[in-house]
């Protein structure tokens, strides 16, 4: 498995704006090969922003290089930048390789 998170610093009062983009948004996600599943995470507020982090599984680490080279991902993130004055600086991606998985 391989997950990459991205990590949003939101600023205060522009939660629900936030939340209403990512709702919004067709994903494509469900009609890519290799992807397992998403989460949009609500983090604590803190140090004058709100933290969200997006977590998307993956059955590779091709799988994900191949979704940023599709037109599904250049459509579903299509206007994403529309909202920008909401951020406090750009996301940050992490990835990570599975080392050990129970289920």
Do not use: C
């Amino acid at each position: 498995m391989y997950l990459t998170m991205n990590r949003f610093r939101v600023k205060p009062g522009s939660e629900e704006t936030f939340e209403d983009v990512w709702k919004g948004r067709d994903s494509q996600l469900p009609e890519v090969p290799g992807f397992v599943a998403f989460h949009l995470m609500k983090g604590p507020e803190k140090d004058g922003y709100r933290l969200y982090a997006s977590h998307t599984m993956w059955e590779s680490e091709q799988a994900f290089v191949d979704w940023t080279k599709s037109e599904a991902f250049r459509k579903a993130h299509a206007g994403a930048r529309g909202g920008m004055d909401i951020y406090l600086g750009p996301p940050e991606l992490e990835v990570f390789d599975s080392v050990q998985s129970i289920g």
